[in-house]
């Protein structure tokens, strides 16, 4: 549910992309494939020593059964590596998720800049 990739700088390699999964049964994200960059790789962000550092899940993202996990700026992300355009706000983007144990699920992803928490101007 709600697959959408923030904007990437003109000459950036890499994007990142965020999503929320629920799977049916237990499984793992393992990575992925999209036809606009060379790699789609599962990344956690994690503060060590005061430092924030970003690395791939080699073992993939536990999806326990039954429970939305969100893949959401600062935490767990995709990331895309050797893009080949920079993602333009507007645009979609298909990305191929491979699972452990279930197929492959192709979802629609929209370039937007992320949501600003407490930006709800509703009541103007």
């Known amino acids: 549910a709600d697959a959408w990739c923030r904007p990437s700088p003109n000459g950036a390699k890499a994007g ?6 629920t799977a049916a049964t237990d499984d793992r994200l393992t990575g992925g494939s999209t036809p606009r960059a060379g790699m789609l790789q599962v990344h956690e962000m ?3 020593n005061g430092m ?3 690395s791939e899940m080699a073992q993939g993202l536990p999806l326990p059964a039954g429970e939305a996990v969100a893949l959401a700026p ?5 990331m895309l590596m050797e893009l080949t355009a920079p993602l333009v706000a507007g645009e979609t983007v298909p990305l191929t998720l491979n699972f452990a144990d279930a197929a492959p699920v192709t979802v629609q992803a929209k370039v937007r800049q992320p949501a600003m928490a407490g930006m709800d101007h509703g009541a103007h």
């Open 52 to 54: 924030m550092t970003m």
């Open 74 to 78: 600062g935490g767990a992300h995709l």
């Open 16 to 21: 990142g992309c965020y999503v929320t999964l």
């Open 46 to 48: 994690k503060t060590e």
